[in-house]
């Protein structure tokens, strides 16, 4: 005979598999509603498949209604951490997408980066990756249309800005529609736990800054050798026993190697951020960010001048950064962001502005912030 714990049991696996029957019926009904959008946006000549400010909306909609049920609920049942939220909802966009079309994305290869994590994080997994060895090739990939987007990185919390996207984005057509923060863990993988039998460590440039005091502390006498991307190293280090690598814990099981030591990174809260970048601009989310690319002009004060306008109007810029100019002659670009969109009067107005100021003027785009 059942006790009662055991009745209890019963009832609520089968009160879990009905709940699990209206889930399935609801995304069956989620996927024909999305269809019947395709449908209607057909006679566009190029019907966006994919829409960044409409998602964040979605998100943002979601969080607030789980806040409100989690303070209703508080006494008896907590609610869902926005983190889960945005990992559920974004795999369900995906697979709600990908009833349509399959989005594609021109990535640093080889498989494994946290390049490709980043852009799983954002697009869910019902995406079509292409790798690429270097920063050009996945630029002109979205450019020439062989991809419909690119994810690459664009600054990290320990190394700052990534040069070779920096540079990149000077010359592009395309524009940013996203960005995502994702938390690094490093790790020293090789084919044995035994880190003695490694001579030599193999990473991107970035993920040996971000490891060089822990690199420096254990490994005093092993040669770094910098390559194309952490993926890259652990494929080196699969041929090699000699050789090990720095990437996340999915490229070791994905190419079957070994963690010889775990989060080897130097700052407990490493973390990198990624832009989106498209051939469309992204309209207003109402919760905005915008980048530009400046230069001032020749005179003194440049960049204070530059600047002014949106200090002005109070905006909040959250990036400054400068590269050398590709001109020469000790003159430097400077990469701008702030909160707002390039649609709002306001920002249009400063937009302006800071145009007449400007030795050279670009916006990059403006996309919905990452929470």
């Given at each position: 005979m059942a006790s009662e714990s055991e009745k209890e049991l019963v009832h609520f696996r089968e009160l879990i598999d009905e709940i699990d029957l209206q889930i399935l019926d609801l995304m069956n009904q989620r996927i024909g509603?999305?269809?019947?959008?395709?449908?209607?946006?057909?006679?566009?000549?190029?019907?966006?498949?994919?829409?960044?400010?409409?998602?964040?909306?979605?998100?943002?909609?979601?969080?607030?209604?789980?806040?409100?049920?989690?303070?209703?609920?508080?006494a008896s049942l907590r609610g869902m951490e926005n983190a889960d939220i945005e990992s559920?909802?974004?795999?369900?966009?995906?697979i709600t997408r990908g009833s349509e079309a399959h989005l594609s994305v021109s990535l640093l290869?080889?498989?494994?980066?946290?390049?490709?994590?980043?852009?799983?994080?954002?697009?869910?997994?019902?995406?079509?990756?292409?790798?690429f060895p270097t920063m050009d090739e996945i630029f002109r990939a979205a450019e020439t249309g062989k991809t419909n987007f690119a994810v690459v990185p664009i600054e990290n919390s320990t190394e700052g800005g990534v040069n070779a996207t920096l540079d990149r984005l000077t010359s592009t057509s395309l524009i940013i529609c996203?960005?995502?923060?994702?938390?690094?863990?490093?790790?020293?993988?090789?084919?044995?736990?035994?880190?003695?039998?490694?001579?030599?460590?193999?990473?991107?440039?970035?993920?040996?800054?971000?490891?060089?005091?822990?690199?420096?502390?254990?490994l005093p006498k092993v040669e770094l050798v910098p390559c194309s991307s952490n993926a890259e190293g652990v494929r080196q280090a699969k041929i090699d026993p000699a050789i090990g690598a720095i990437a996340?814990?999915?490229?070791?099981?994905?190419?079957?190697?070994?963690?010889?030591?775990?989060?080897?990174?130097?700052?407990?809260?490493?973390?990198?951020?990624?832009?989106?970048?498209s051939d469309r601009d992204t309209p207003p989310s109402g919760n905005d960010k915008t980048s530009l690319l400046l230069a001032g002009r020749n005179k003194p004060g440049a960049l204070i001048h530059?600047?002014?306008?949106?200090?002005?109007?109070?905006?909040?810029?959250?990036?400054?950064?400068?590269?050398?100019?590709?001109?020469?002659?000790?003159?430097?670009?400077?990469?701008?962001?702030?909160?707002?969109?390039?649609?709002?009067?306001?920002?249009?107005?400063?937009?302006?502005?800071?145009?007449?100021?400007?030795?050279?003027?670009?916006?990059?785009?403006?996309?919905?912030v990452s929470n």
């Amino acid at each position: 005979m059942a006790s009662e714990s055991e009745k209890e049991l019963v009832h609520f696996r089968e009160l879990i598999d009905e709940i699990d029957l209206q889930i399935l019926d609801l995304m069956n009904q989620r996927i024909g509603a999305a269809q019947s959008i395709a449908e209607v946006k057909r006679g566009d000549q190029q019907p966006a498949i994919y829409r960044a400010e409409r998602e964040a909306q979605v998100l943002q909609r979601l969080k607030d209604l789980n806040a409100e049920y989690a303070q209703a609920n508080s006494a008896s049942l907590r609610g869902m951490e926005n983190a889960d939220i945005e990992s559920l909802f974004r795999e369900i966009m995906s697979i709600t997408r990908g009833s349509e079309a399959h989005l594609s994305v021109s990535l640093l290869g080889p498989a494994g980066t946290f390049t490709e994590a980043a852009a799983m994080q954002h697009f869910g997994s019902k995406i079509e990756t292409r790798f690429f060895p270097t920063m050009d090739e996945i630029f002109r990939a979205a450019e020439t249309g062989k991809t419909n987007f690119a994810v690459v990185p664009i600054e990290n919390s320990t190394e700052g800005g990534v040069n070779a996207t920096l540079d990149r984005l000077t010359s592009t057509s395309l524009i940013i529609c996203g960005e995502i923060y994702l938390r690094i863990h490093h790790n020293l993988i090789g084919t044995s736990e035994d880190s003695s039998e490694i001579k030599k460590v193999y990473a991107h440039p970035q993920a040996l800054g971000q490891c060089r005091n822990w690199l420096n502390q254990n490994l005093p006498k092993v040669e770094l050798v910098p390559c194309s991307s952490n993926a890259e190293g652990v494929r080196q280090a699969k041929i090699d026993p000699a050789i090990g690598a720095i990437a996340a814990r999915e490229a070791a099981e994905k190419y079957g190697l070994r963690i010889v030591k775990e989060n080897i990174e130097d700052e407990p809260g490493n973390t990198t951020r990624f832009l989106v970048l498209s051939d469309r601009d992204t309209p207003p989310s109402g919760n905005d960010k915008t980048s530009l690319l400046l230069a001032g002009r020749n005179k003194p004060g440049a960049l204070i001048h530059l600047l002014k306008p949106l200090a002005d109007a109070q905006f909040d810029m959250t990036r400054l950064e400068s590269r050398p100019s590709k001109g020469g002659g000790w003159e430097y670009i400077f990469f701008v962001d702030f909160k707002g969109h390039h649609l709002d009067e306001d920002v249009s107005r400063v937009l302006s502005e800071i145009k007449q100021e400007a030795g050279m003027y670009r916006n990059l785009g403006s996309y919905p912030v990452s929470n």
